[in-house]
């Protein structure tokens, strides 16, 4: 019996995410499960609103996936730190176009909503939220998920 209850527990361990919820930070709390693109730029540039509709981002633990329609957009390990102004978060990418890099970005909360401004891998993080001409960065905002 005792054999069978370990099996059982290492099967549902397995699937586990890699932070126990009581490891997340209260920030990696709040942006747990699934959000829907509200509005993003692009090197200054209104991303299209068919495009808007259709992004969606889920994260467990500090896992994310970033999913436009049925593509898979990004896959990354998501790293916080609440104590600067603005508040940093780093994606170690590990599927998509930047997989096996870096990318360094900012965050604020806005009510239930959370924007962020991420450069391209390897550029220096952003300062401020906004993007212009040539700077490489994205800007977007996200709501949680209807469910």
């Known amino acids: 019996m005792s054999t069978l209850i370990a ?27 699934e959000w829907s693109m509200v509005s993003g730029e692009r090197e200054g ?19 994310l996936t970033v999913t436009f329609g049925d593509e898979i957009f990004m896959k990354a ?24 890099k870096t990318q360094l970005g900012i965050y604020t909360f806005d009510g239930e909503n959370v924007k962020f401004c991420f450069s391209e891998p390897g550029k220096d993080r952003p300062a401020e939220f906004k993007t212009a001409s040539g700077d490489g960065r994205i800007l977007s905002v996200w709501k949680p998920a209807k469910k």
């Open 77 to 100: 390990k998501i790293k916080l730190d609440d104590s600067k102004t603005p508040k940093t978060i780093d994606y170690d990418v590990k599927e998509g176009a930047a997989a096996g």
């Open 7 to 33: 099996l059982f527990l290492s099967v549902l361990l397995a699937d586990a995410p890699t932070t126990k919820p009581a490891e997340l930070s209260p920030d990696l709390r709040k942006l747990q499960g």
């Open 45 to 63: 540039e209104a991303i299209p609103a068919d495009y808007i509709a259709m992004g969606k981002r889920v994260v467990k633990g500090d896992d």
